[in-house]
């Protein structure tokens, strides 16, 4: 599989919000950090990107182009965690995972669905808290049970808006180590949006920095997180060097 992203555009009413966004092409088994500061454009790319919002330019996927293949055939290859977790309601985790698989035709049996549903549940630290209401959760919980809703559709493009905001440092983890394998083992190709400059340094293959709606830099995380483009986009000055397991380490000195 591979992603291409070229010369994309999407305005909200007459504004420009996003200018001619292309990045490197991305192949099967990777993961693209979306890096940029708030407003800068992360989340209307994503949105673009899942065939939500529409744009301009080329978005080419396993050979489809999203602007000629549109909607129902698109929203089968790619599945969104959104940037808020499901609404607090007194629907149980388990409820939430049928009536989606269920609303969205997914292919799978009765008994192949409930073994699935327990598979991502295990993995998310979520079997616990399977039965029990969703306003009972807390938000990291429920940041969770978005990411299993994710999953579940088992997507070839996976798209993953701030998908560990309200998760504590070892769920951060997890969740990066489990997307991780995924995409390796399947061949997908998932797409993060992160504030996290380490996280997206440790687990990102390629970073696009984006700044007012643009792409300044796209590359390795080498490429990417140099003090110049930090000082540019974040206004902070930092220090980096090389973790001892090879990524770059980004030690933040003030702002600017
Ligand atoms: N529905 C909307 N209507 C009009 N403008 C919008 C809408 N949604 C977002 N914008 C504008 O688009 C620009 C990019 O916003 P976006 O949410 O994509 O940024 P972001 O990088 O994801 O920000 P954050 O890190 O804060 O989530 C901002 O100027 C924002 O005000």
């Not at 293959?205 to 986009?233: C, F, H, Q, W, Y």
Request: charged share 25%.
């Amino acid at each position: 599989m591979r992603l291409s992203v070229k010369n994309l555009s999407a305005f909200y009413g007459k504004k420009k919000i996003l200018h001619d966004i292309s990045f490197p092409d991305v192949r099967g088994g990777m993961i693209v950090g979306l890096l940029g500061p708030n407003a800068s454009g992360k989340s209307t790319l994503m949105k673009c990107l899942s065939g939500e919002k529409k744009s301009k330019g080329d978005v080419v996927f396993d050979g489809e182009n999203l602007h000629v293949v549109g909607g129902k055939r698109w929203s089968e290859k790619v599945a969104t965690m959104p940037q808020t977790a499901p609404a607090p309601t007194a629907l149980t985790p388990t409820e939430l995972m049928w009536s989606t698989a269920r609303a969205l035709a997914l292919p799978y049996s009765n008994r192949e669905l409930s073994w699935k549903i327990e598979r991502i549940f295990d993995d998310l630290g979520l079997s616990d808290f399977q039965l029990d209401a969703l306003h009972t959760l807390s938000g990291g919980k429920r940041q969770l049970i978005g990411l299993a809703l994710a999953f579940i559709r088992e997507p070839e493009l996976l798209l993953l808006d701030e998908p560990t905001s309200a998760l504590d440092l070892h769920w951060r983890m997890i969740v990066l180590d489990l997307v991780k394998n995924k995409v390796q083992q399947s061949g997908s190709v998932s797409i993060a949006a992160l504030h996290d400059l380490d996280l997206a340094a440790r687990y990102c293959d390629l970073l696009a920095l984006m700044e007012n709606g643009k792409v300044i830099a796209s590359g390795t995380p080498k490429e990417v997180l140099t003090r110049d483009n930090l000082a540019r986009v974040y206004h902070v000055k930092t220090e980096i060097d090389l973790s001892k397991h090879g990524y770059p380490r980004v030690d933040v000195i003030g702002a600017i």
